[in-house]
Nanobody, 126 residues
Framework: QVQLVESGGGLVQPGGSLRLSCVAS????????LGWYRQAPGKQRELVAT?????????KYVDSVKGRFTISRDNAKNSVYLQMNALKPEDTAVYYC??????????????????WGQGTQVTVSA
């Protein structure tokens, strides 16, 4: 089981930026595809972005963040990042990362995952 620790959240004004980080405790990080998810108050958790196993790998984004958020990974640091620009109040949520060897599961079966980190709170407010 991969342990994941998210960080980098905070309070930011609309239009601002944040960079989230997630460190994985595993010796075979390169065998995992990675994803970021978020859960806003009173709402279901949703997929935000995914990245395939290799550095610079293929990425996918939910439509609401396309052009504003960028997911990336550093396999040497066992880390995945989410650069968030032009933040909006509706981006307010707890953000989580997760990992799976199969990208399809991160895209289509993540709602069956039972292991999640503590997440990091992002609040966008004036």
């Amino acid at each position: 089981q991969v342990q994941l620790v998210e960080s980098g959240g905070g309070l930011v004004q609309p239009g601002g930026s944040l960079r989230l980080s997630c460190v994985a405790s595993t010796s075979d990080f390169t065998t995992y595809a990675l994803g970021w998810y978020r859960q806003a108050p009173g709402k279901q958790r949703e997929l935000v972005a995914t990245i395939s196993r290799r550095s610079g790998g293929s990425t996918k984004y939910v439509d609401s963040v396309k052009g504003r958020f960028t997911i990336s990974r550093d396999n040497a640091k066992n880390s995945v990042y989410l650069q968030m620009n032009a933040l909006k109040p509706e981006d307010t949520a707890v953000y989580y990362c997760n990992a799976d060897p199969i990208l399809h599961r991160l895209l289509e079966e993540w709602d069956t995952f039972t292991s999640w980190g503590q997440g990091t709170q992002v609040t966008v407010s004036a």
